[in-house]
């Protein structure tokens, strides 16, 4: 209770500190010196109609790839920290019912269509590799919570979630020697304006943000799925006898 | 101020020096040995006895030596006596009584005291002797305490006369008893008599020797000759000492007789003090030197620096 | 010029994430995916040396210089795009980097090995994830590369998977995660208002300025403040450091911190100087508050976390005073963080090859000799010794502090240093002296061995160079170093080659050195102490059968010291060989048994001292704006407290009263001619040092007089605890070293009483203290040697079976307690001189009565060894050694020289003084000496008593009577006959009676004031690291009340 | 002192080196005494008169009492008897004592610390045999521990007859003794010296225990 | 009432009461729960500062140019598409952030799971072997 108490005078003086940040700020009436640039040029340099994805994947492309690196760190993490173990036993699940099966069934496939085509028109349309992989493994969870003992290749993932991310950082590098430096996607053509071939690498570079991304999270999911308490233990929500 | 030149003359004089104190010091033990043996009714040794006891001592046939330091104690005791009064002027004015003392002012006669103390102490030690070993450690133990007092009394002596050179000091006290230090610092004067006290080896401060609880002290293993010229140093010692107290003091001498007069009358000091006094254990002794004399001694140079 | 094509620092990222993404492709077990990480941080090293290589030819030839490189990605300016820059700094900080992820990867690679590809991958990234850190000049980039990191920490953090690494990494997520939140808060804000992400831009857009800037900023430098784990807000790092396998806590406490080190010094900028306060503020904070709670830690690794925090404290106190520290502040910083980086790698590297993390069980380093070398180096690398980087730095540290009026900071600095010296000499002492033979023997298989070792020769070649490129340091001398290393390196020889090898060494030294100290006779009387007394002690290491491992360099390096403070051209150079001279000794002293917990308050004097002497040696300098020796003459700045504390600094050495605690046991525990080294030549060191500093003083201005009252009380003091509580020891090392004290106080008064007698009593005492010391130490040791016991009471009648040692001892304690007509007297008898000269009447008494008391412990210390009644055991012992007896006895010759003519010494002494001190010098003729007040003729004191003694002798002789040599049981024992040897030897509390009297005297007053104090510290440690209770809540809600706290004290202070 | 001290033991040296120790050989010297010049010359020569004038004249007592009889020895301190005034005093150490009174019954135990301290002290030396338990065993004369003839294990100068003697007589005795001394005659020492084989088989045939060297210097 | 604002103060609310969770729940899940709500009182704080009143999409579709068009002609000139769409740099930073978010939540998680396993415990006063 006492620390409840303590944590409650903390947050109120943490509140004071918050209350003071937005006395202070001032609302902008304009966009500022970076964001007017991205307005003015973004258009014509990254030729990209969506410049939230301009930003992302050029101007900020840096962050971008940390970002992936990030969730390939966790991932990669998960993997040798929740690695299967071999002796776990076989997990009872209740049986999913008929309404999630029958809708993952329809579902799924559509779900995969989305995620792929947000990120082939991330740099068109709102959306991009990290919301196309967010998706694409949405679908995965829909698969999961139906068939909890699904067995997903995560070698398959692995190797695709690699294979993308090297392509990627290998891309980058070509943009030293092709265009302006690292991650310039001026290494192919602007192309035309608001089609799906332009913005030069940026298309490409988004597949290959949306598939590692996609294929990460999938890991991730994947991971914790293999973690599940075993039958026997002592997790109260399974009852033996009703599992499929 | 010596050439070396008249060396042989030095020496001869030296040595009329030697035997003149030393007769003096016999004397002076025979006569209170009297005087102590009256005071208790008896008609006590003939005044001439410790001439008799040092023959005798010389004569004894054999000697027990248990090494090199014991053989060798004695003789530094020895060494230490003569030297001290030939390194002290002992007749005031007198270059033939002044012996040594060019080679030296008064702190080397304060710290050559100790040879002999050590020499002793070593001797004495090889015997192997525990009881002579108690003794010295008592003995060092008293001493080092009755010279804090004795230090601060020289101390204030010197300051006084802004001198360390003990002919200089004795130059300045001539002139009639009222200027001798004993009236013009009575605190020092005080002081050293206090702390002359520790130092002449009689009660209440002679638990070094305490007949019987640990034979004899330091000289338990000492016999015959060795024992001879022990009381040779006896002899001269305390001499040597009350005339540095003499000369410091009490206006020094200005011939022998003024000399065996304060010699005779400062020794007899002790004397009477040990005659009255029962004898200290060596802390009682050190925290008694510890207390008066030293406030004592302190006082006296209080009063130098602030008058 | 650094080719772009082949070294561009993008490369670091790109080949990074290259390789970690490659790596999916393999599955655990095989070796391949090791070799590329290997090969890439290998890559990266290149990368960074060719950039460092670049910016350090520009110092160095200006045409070639080059300038930081920028590196736009994306093709576009920034701040539109995000971009790297590669300057010195970075340069510098991602080198130390990647050579600990290349050298930590090695050290990892069985762990990789087990976990996988996965892992080494994660290993790649955390590598990467620093060197953009370093890097970006982007906060949001900035700001993902620490997320990269933190996130790879927290992977790594369960290499290890026990319930601790997990708890830990948890606590570490949590705390991450709630930095991460107002790392973001700020930077959005600082871009609301400053329109731009990269960082130039928005220090150009004034933040400051705006109200809401002011916010953001505090944001912004909070969270990064807290990544580098403040104190108290860093419980979770302190589990981090703790619980994470070692390799990785290696990683980061060397490449993380410097990573997050560099991120705050990339923001701060963009703020205010309240911002550069605050970091102040919080890096003191830490640095006191984790060195304090670190005494009480007593596991390994854990307390390894404590002082990396502290460290860390210490840099941003450095980062917080930029503007005061000005161009130096990379230098000061680069040294500390060089010194701390390698050495803390150095200790986590260490602490994984131990089974078990207890303090204690450090010991076991002890089987295998290369282990405890780095151990050390990293132990003296973080406390601040040289040659080591962090010593430069401190002292620069200092300089400017002081020289910008920084007092409290500066001393706060110095304090926690001397906490965390106080840990770390404990902790080394374990692993030098503790019970090893349960412990396991330390698991070091070559790829876990070579890091380390790197990392040792990288600290000392780094403290070489920056050394060399100090201003005052660049001119040093490095010839007597080259022969240490030269003796290291020969240390498999026999003992007599080494010391063949020493003596010719020492020897060509004194040769090459006279003439350049010709005319100053000062300079050349301590010369000759320290050097004379290094050959005359290496001759007596002849006795030494065997190999004596580690003894000649140590030796040598205290030797060295010694010889530059002889040669100092500057402070920096004098302080640099008072702490080699230290680190030598402290090795040296701690040879002993058990000598640990002595040799251990030796050196947290030592260092206690040697920082109040770079306290007051900064002061000198502020004052004068130099470090020229001749700085500390009239000193303008708090001269007071500038040369008290180089006085304490130096008492420390001297063990003057108050300050010497250490001396008994650490002297009283050493081997012969190592005591003889530390007792008669090392406490000269101190002497010589309160003497550079007395002469600078002076005694005219009105603040002297104040000090030297007190030095000479000090001094007086000294004399008369030492002699007496001397007298009552048991063993005779131990008396020895308390006569030291005593002895020494005679000096210290001495020089109190800035007049030419007593500096010449200072003088002649330091040489014949030498002399006659050296004879004791020198026998006694030997004795104590050879019968394997230092206890008096132990011996007894030893004269029988070592004549020749007999009789050294005896002039040598005639000598000592000043009794004519040897050469001591002189130096009481100028003591009288003085006393009455100067009316120094108190003080001079004490040091009278101090000299008598001497007499107590001198024929205590000659009767139970040598008289007395010799033991069955002691039957058969021979003479002690012959190479003791030669330099003893060349001792003692120089003392019967100077017995005989004093004048030898003192006129020359006098004479040079006279230029100091032009009053009350004393005249000779010849032998005579004559002052105002009196005279002695040394020559003629030694005929005439000869000439008595031999007259004596004569008589006696004459007597011719019949000798009877008897054995030691024909004595009079009432009638009985003595039983045993020991029943009938009086030693054991000698002077009972004395104790008796005025033991009250000798309560250890200053021994319990000491305890009482570090009672208090220990116990305000222990109880305020119970903040750290363990609970990853309570942690969060440090971070949040930090954060909070922080806030309102800053907005008040605006 | 027992008979286990004088046995050989061994000890272990500082090196480790076994050292054995042999009591008697090690500790003490075994030198036996030996006769003086002067005992061999029949007339004493002038120096030697003057030097036995100088013995007789400064008699120092080993100042102990070993039976009865030293109740007696007490009152020639005080003033009645002061016995100072003929250059007689009391040494607590035979090393410088001239003088030893056996005063009264000696019995086994403290002859052999008489013994010993007889011959500490230094010669020329004498003896001096108070009380007829001394001279014939007096009333112990069949005591199991007492000696009979102090001389058969002493050579005494003078016998102090009584039962117990009053210290008058202990004055006579002295008087006596300076007299022998005077004429030549107070030769203990060289006596003991010259046949001390047969002093030492008397004095080892009764203290049946011999624990101490022969000649205890 | 500025919308940005607004989503500040309910960014700056989701952060306290996330806090609220983090630091007073004992269960691990919870806490990792309370640490999500913070972060995502976070990102909307971030989308907030970058929110403009009444703008539109940073996306240059047809849409856009229409109104780029239309304001061209209200003003009299050609109108610039920066006055039209709010800031974009938020929103991608803000995409970052999220995904950051993520990773340390699955990591978090990921320890939740291997702590269960060790003590079988989701309470974290269970986790405190180390201290001090």
């Keep these: 209770m006492i620390k409840k108490i303590f944590a409650f005078l903390l947050l109120i003086a943490l509140a004071g500190v918050f209350l003071v940040v937005l006395q202070n700020y001032e609302t902008p009436e304009e966009l500022n010196l970076t964001a007017a640039y991205y307005a003015e040029h973004g258009a014509e340099e990254v030729g990209a109609a969506n410049l939230v994805s301009a930003i992302v994947v050029t101007y900020r492309g840096l962050d971008t790839l940390g970002e992936v690196t990030i969730l390939f760190l966790t991932a990669s993490i998960l ?97 030293i020697f092709l265009a302006g430096g690292f991650l310039d996607s001026r290494v192919l053509p602007a192309g035309t304006f608001g089609t799906l071939l332009s913005a030069g690498l940026l298309p490409i570079l988004y597949i290959l943000i949306g598939l590692k991304v996609g294929t990460e999270l999938s890991g991730l999911l994947t991971r914790f799925q293999e973690v599940q308490v075993p039958d026997g233990g002592d997790s109260p929500d399974l009852k033996k006898g009703e599992n499929v | ?105 008064a702190v080397l006669v304060l710290y050559f005291m100790f040879f002999g103390t050590l020499g002793m102490a070593l001797g004495s030690g090889e015997s192997g002797q525990p009881y002579s070993a108690i003794g010295v450690a008592r003995g060092l133990a008293q001493v080092t305490a009755a010279e804090i007092p004795l230090i601060l009394s020289f101390l204030a002596v010197f300051i006084q ?28 004067t005080a002081t050293a008599l206090l702390a002359f006290l520790g130092s002449m080896m009689r009660s209440p401060f002679d638990v070094v020797l305490a007949p019987q609880e640990i034979p004899i002290g330091p000289p338990t293993e000492y016999h015959g000759a060795f024992l001879g010229i022990l009381q040779t140093n006896r002899a001269i010692f305390p001499i040597a000492k009350t005339i540095l107290y003499v000369n410091l003091f009490f206006g020094g001498a200005g011939n022998w007789f003024e000399f065996i007069i304060k010699a005779f009358l400062l020794y007899m000091w002790s004397v009477v003090v040990g005659t009255v006094f029962p004898r200290y254990r060596v802390d009682h002794s050190i925290r008694w030197f510890l207390k008066v004399p030293l406030a004592l001694g302190l006082l006296s140079i209080i009063f130098l620096q602030i008058g | ?111 990789l090995k087990k976990m996988g590809s996965h892992a080494v991958s994660v290993f790649i990234i955390l590598i990467m994830g620093m060197n953009g850190i370093i890097m970006t000049r982007d906060i949001f980039n900035l700001f993902v590369f620490m997320e990269i990191v933190s996130i790879a920490v927290a992977g790594l953090i369960v290499l290890q998977k026990e319930t601790n690494s997990l708890a830990a990494g948890f606590k570490y997520m949590i705390a991450a995660g709630i930095i991460s939140v107002f790392l973001l808060l700020g930077i959005i804000l600082a871009y609301a208002v400053g329109g731009s992400l990269n960082i130039d831009f928005l220090t150009a857009a004034d933040l400051p300025g705006a109200k809401a800037g002011m916010i953001a900023l505090f944001f912004l430098v909070i969270a990064l403040l807290l990544e580098l784990k403040p104190f108290p807000a860093n419980g979770w790092a302190l589990d981090v450091y703790d619980a994470a396998p070692a390799g990785v806590s290696a990683i980061l406490a060397a490449a993380g911190s410097a990573a997050a080190y560099y991120a705050l010094v990339k923001i701060l900028p963009l703020g205010s100087s309240s911002h550069y306060t605050l970091v ?63 050495a803390k790698a150095i200790l986590f590297w260490l602490a994984g090859m131990l089974k078990q993390d207890g303090l204690e069980a450090w010991a076991a380093l002890r089987k295998k000799p290369i282990l405890l070398i780095l151990f050390g180096s990293a132990v003296f690398a973080l406390v601040g010794f040289p040659p080591f980087p962090s010593f430069f730095a401190k002292w620069e540290l200092i300089l400017l502090l002081n020289g910008g009026r920084f007092y409290l900071w500066s001393a706060v600095i110095l304090g926690a240093s001397f906490l965390e010296a106080v840990y770390l000499f404990r902790w080394f002492g374990y692993a030098l002296k503790m019970d090893n033979e349960k412990l396991a023997e330390p698991e070091a298989p070559l790829f876990r061995l070579l890091p380390p070792i790197v990392f040792g020769i990288l600290l000392y070649g780094a403290g070489w160079y920056m050394g060399s490129i100090l201003e005052g340091f660049a001119n040093f001398s490095y010839i007597p170093l080259a022969f240490i290393l030269f003796l290291a390196l020969i240390d498999r020889l026999p003992a007599w080659i080494k010391n063949t090898v020493s003596i010719a060494g020492v020897t060509f030294y ?43 360099p140590l030796a040598l390096t205290m030797f060295a010291g010694l010889a530059v403070l002889i040669e100092a051209a500057n402070l920096l150079e004098f302080f640099y060989g008072w702490e080699l001279m230290t680190i030598g000794s402290y090795f040296l002293l701690i040879r002993g048994k058990k000598s640990m917990p002595h040799g251990y308050s030796y050196m947290l004097f030592s260092v206690g001292g040697s920082f109040a002497m770079l306290f007051g040696f900064s002061l000198a300098a502020a004052g004068a704006g130099s470090i020229a020796m001749s700085a500390l003459t009239g000193v303008t700045v708090l001269p007071m407290l500038a040369y008290s504390l180089m006085l304490v600094g130096f008492l420390t050495k001297t063990a003057s009263v108050g300050l010497h605690i250490w001396l008994p046991g650490a002297h009283g525990e050493a081997v012969a001619d190592i005591h003889f080294m530390a007792s008669a030549i090392l406490l000269k060191a101190g002497v010589f040092g309160l003497i550079t500093v007395l002469l600078g003083m002076g005694a005219e201005a009105s603040y002297t007089g104040p000090i030297l009252f007190v030095l000479g009380w000090i001094g007086a003091l000294s004399a008369l605890l030492g002699n007496i509580s001397a007298s009552f020891q048991e063993s005779a090392k131990r008396l020895l070293a308390w006569s030291s004290i005593g002895q020494l106080g005679y000096i210290v008064f001495g020089l109190a009483t800035m007049s030419h007698l007593g500096w010449l009593i200072a003088i002649s005492y330091s040489v014949t203290h030498f002399l006659y010391k050296g004879i004791l130490f020198l026998v006694i040791g030997g004795i104590a040697l050879k019968l394997g016991t230092p206890y008096m009471y132990k011996m007894g009648g030893l004269i029988k079976r070592m ?112 230029g100091y001190f032009p009053d009350g010098a004393i005249a000779w003729t010849g032998t005579l000496g004559t002052t105002r007040l009196g005279y002695y003729d040394g020559g003629a004191i030694m005929y005439v008593i000869g000439g008595i003694f031999v007259a004596a002798l004569l008589f006696f002789f004459s007597l011719r009577k019949r000798t009877q040599q008897v054995k030691q049981f024909n004595i009079f024992y009432s009638g009985e006959a003595p039983s045993r040897p020991e029943l009938s030897h009086f030693s054991y509390n000698f002077f009972a009676h004395y104790q008796k009297a005025i033991g009250v005297l000798t309560l250890p007053l200053v021994t319990n004031f000491w305890n009482w104090l570090s009672g208090i510290l220990h116990g305000t440690a222990d109880f305020f690291r119970r903040i750290y209770t363990g609970n990853g809540q309570t942690y969060a809600y440090h971070l949040v009340l930090y954060i909070v706290v922080v806030f309102f004290l800053q907005r008040g202070g605006m | 002192m027992s008979m286990d001290d004088i046995k050989k033991r061994k000890t272990v040296g500082p090196d480790g080196d076994t050292i054995e120790i042999d009591p008697l050989q090690d500790y003490y010297c075994s030198a036996v005494p030996s006769v003086s010049k002067e005992y061999q010359r029949e007339i004493p020569t002038i120096i030697e008169r003057f030097r036995n004038w100088a013995r007789s004249e400064s008699l120092w007592i080993l100042a102990y009492g070993s039976g009865c009889g030293a109740i007696e020895m007490r009152p020639l301190m005080t003033p009645k008897y002061d016995a100072y005034r003929y250059g007689i005093q009391w040494r607590p150490t035979p090393r410088q004592s001239n003088v030893l009174i056996v005063s009264g019954y000696l019995s086994l135990k403290t002859l052999r610390i008489v013994i010993r301290a007889y011959e500490q002290m230094p010669s020329p030396k004498f003896v001096l045999g108070l009380g007829s338990c001394t001279i014939n065993g007096g009333m112990y004369y069949d005591s199991y521990n007492t000696i009979n003839r102090l001389d058969h294990y002493l050579p005494v100068d003078v016998y102090v007859a009584g039962c117990m003697p009053r210290p008058e007589a202990l004055l006579d005795g002295f008087d006596l003794l300076k007299k022998l001394i005077k004429e030549g005659k107070g030769q203990g020492a060289d006596l003991y010296a010259e046949k001390f084989t047969w002093y030492k088989a008397n004095q080892k045939k009764i203290l049946k225990t011999w624990d101490m060297p022969d000649y205890s210097w | 009432m500025n919308f940005g604002s607004l989503a500040l103060g309910l960014g700056f609310l989701l952060i306290l009461i996330g806090f609220w969770g983090l630091l007073t729940q004992k269960n691990l899940i919870k806490i990792v729960i309370g640490f999500s709500v913070v972060d995502t009182g976070v990102h909307i704080i971030m989308v907030g500062i970058g929110y403009l009143q009444g703008r539109t999409a940073p996306i240059l579709d047809a849409a856009l140019m229409q109104r780029t068009a239309a304001a061209g002609n209200q003003a009299g000139a050609s109108a610039d598409v920066g006055s039209l769409i709010v800031d974009p740099v938020p929103q991608a930073l803000v995409l970052t952030a999220i995904v950051i978010g993520l990773g340390i939540t699955a990591l978090l998680l990921a320890y939740v799971v291997r702590l269960h396993e060790q003590r079988q415990s989701l309470d974290i006063s269970s986790y405190e072997d180390l201290k001090w």
């Excluded at chain 3, 002039?811 to 007297?825: D, K, N, Q, R, W």
């Excluded at chain 3, 003085?834 to 108190?842: A, F």
């Excluded at chain 3, 107590?856 to 039957?875: A, E, H, P, S, V």
């Design chain 3, 803 to 914: 004549p020749f040692s007999f009789l050294a001892v005896l002039i040598a304690i005639i000598t000592l307690s000043g009794v004519p007509p040897l050469v001591g007297f002189a130096a009481k008898w100028i003591t009288y001189n003085l006393i009455i000269s100067e009316g120094i009447y108190y003080q001079g008494f004490i040091v009278l009565i101090s000299g008598i008391v001497a007499f107590l412990y001198l024929f205590r210390m000659i009767y139970t060894m040598f008289l007395g009644q010799l033991k069955d055991n002691l039957r058969t012992v021979r003479e002690i050694n012959i190479w003791f007896l030669i330099p003893v006895y060349l001792l003692l010759a120089a003392i019967m020289v100077l017995s005989f003519f004093p004048n030898m010494l003192l006129r020359p002494v006098g004479e040079m003084l006279s």
């Design chain 3, 510 to 552: 004194i040769i090459d050195l006279y003439p350049r100290l010709e005319g100053d006779l000062l300079r050349l009387i301590f010369a000759g102490i320290f050097l004379i007394g290094a050959v005359l002690t290496l001759l007596s290491g002849y006795y030494y059968k065997g190999r004596r491992a580690g003894f000649y």
């Design chain 3, 1 to 111: 010029m650094v080719d772009q094509l082949f070294f561009n620092p993008i490369y670091i990222i790109g080949i990074g994430l290259a390789a970690a993404f490659f790596l999916g492709f393999f599955h655990r077990g095989t070796l391949a995916p090791r070799i590329i990480m290997v090969a890439v941080t290998a890559a990266f090293t290149i990368i960074s040396l060719a950039w460092m290589q670049a910016f350090l030819l520009q110092g160095q030839t200006a045409e070639h210089g080059q300038a930081a490189a920028q590196v736009f990605t994306a093709g576009f300016q920034p701040p539109f795009s995000i971009n790297l820059r590669m300057g010195a700094e970075e340069a510098f900080l991602t080198l130390l980097i990647n050579i600990s992820g290349l050298l930590g990867g090695i050290y990892l690679l069985d762990t």
């Design chain 3, 280 to 342: 102040a503020a919080a890096g003191a904070v830490t640095f006191l508050g984790s060195n304090l709670l670190g005494l009480k830690q007593h596991r390994g690794r854990r307390l390894l976390g404590y002082s990396s925090v502290g460290q860390v404290g210490l840099l941003l106190i450095i980062l917080g005073f930029s503007e005061v520290l000005g161009a130096q502040r990379d230098y000061i910083a680069a040294g500390i963080i060089l010194s701390h980086s390698l």
């Design chain 2, 1 to 105: 101020m010596s050439s070396f030149g008249s060396v042989p003359v030095k020496i001869l004089y030296a040595l009329l020096s030697i035997f003149i104190v030393m007769n003096i010091g016999l004397l002076l033990q025979g006569v209170t040995r009297k005087i102590y043996a009256r005071v208790s009714k008896r008609i006590g040794i003939r005044f001439y006895q410790p001439y008799i006891d040092l023959v005798k001592n010389y004569f004894l046939r054999d000697l027990v030596s248990h090494g090199v330091m014991f053989y060798l104690g004695p003789i530094f005791r020895l060494t230490s006596g003569v030297g001290m009064i030939l390194f002290i002027p002992l007749i005031y004015g007198s270059p033939v009584f002044s012996n040594f003392s060019f080679s030296g002012d």
């Design chain 2, 161 to 188: 006369y802004q001198t360390l050179s003990i002919s200089t000091i004795v130059g300045a006290q001539q002139g009639g008893f009222m200027h001798w230090t004993m009236i013009t610092n009575p605190l020092a």
């Design chain 1, 79 to 175: 993997s040798f920290f929740l690695k299967q173990r071999e002796e776990r036993g076989k997990r009872s699940v209740r049986a999913s019912s008929e309404l999630l099966r029958t809708a993952s069934a329809v579902l799924v496939p559509f779900i995969f269509l989305l995620g792929a085509y947000v990120f082939i028109n991330g740099h068109l349309s709102p959306g991009g590799g990290f919301q196309g992989g967010a998706i694409i493994a949405s679908g995965l969870v829909l698969l999961l919570l139906t068939d909890p003992l699904r067995k997903v290749s995560s070698r398959l993932l692995a190797r695709v979630e690699s294979a993308s991310g090297f392509i990627y950082v290998g891309l980058g590098i070509a943009g």
